[in-house]
């Protein structure tokens, strides 16, 4: 048989279930190409499709190595389309419109909402609870902070400090004086 022979034989002896395999295995996989990560569609698509091939070349119509080329090829074809039309849809915006897809985030760029912002504390004294070494607790405004010593490798529990700096999360702070 040629090529296009087998192509022939490979559509027109497809079951029922092998064609209901392929075309939600397939629709699975695109809708995972449209949803970010690797989830259950992708998984069950993946699956489906791996099944709807296999339930093909066991009918034993045809030359079977030609016919799994054909649809591994077929698939792939229908796979890379879908991906291109997603990213052409999402540099033209179509795509970010939709409640699907986000492409902002709805927390301050500088901040998220699990960061406490520390700004505040700057210039404020407290008391080291533990030893600065340089890492430790200090008691600044009566709530206990963790707390960064600058320029000192160590400093004993119960020496006054002043907050000199914020970076991120650290509270950094240097010997009141």
Known sequence: MNFFQEIAVLFTGMTPIVIVCLIIGLIFVIVEIFSPGFGIFGIAG?????????LRVIERDGNPFVQIFILLFLIAILVSLSFVIMVELSKRGFISRSPIFQKGTAVDVERSEGTEDYKSLIGKEGVAETYLRPVGKAKI???VYDVVADGAFFLPKGTKVKVSAIEGVRIIVVKAE
């Open 46 to 54: 993946s699956l489906l499709l791996l099944a709807g091939i296999v």
């Open 141 to 143: 405004g009566g709530v």
